[in-house]
């Protein structure tokens, strides 16, 4: 795996829900500044180029079709 790439479960940007598993199932937004326009829902097991490394946000309506959660970082 490159540096600049990783999974969302071990990224800062991503946004579970409060009791939410990180898990490679578990579903959560992506709140990277230049993604957030998107309202990516992703999954642990997901990843991208904006990675980094970090604990997940937490927020109520993370994992929602659409999230509605706002961004917490
Ligand atoms: S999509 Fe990319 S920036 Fe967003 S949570 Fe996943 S790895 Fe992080």
């Known amino acids: 795996m490159s540096k600049s790439w ?3 479960k071990d990224c800062k940007w991503w946004q579970l829900e409060p009791r939410a ?3 490679d199932a578990s579903l959560g937004l ?3 500044e ?3 326009p998107f309202r990516m829902r992703v999954s ?9 490394p970090g604990e997940p946000a937490r927020a109520k ?3 929602a079709e659409p999230p509605t959660a706002k961004p917490q970082r």
């Open 61 to 63: 309506g993370s994992s």
């Open 21 to 23: 598993r990180i898990a």
């Open 44 to 52: 642990g097991n997901s990843g991208c180029n904006r990675f980094m």
């Open 34 to 36: 230049k993604l957030q």
């Open 6 to 8: 990783g999974l969302c």
């Open 30 to 32: 992506c709140i990277e």
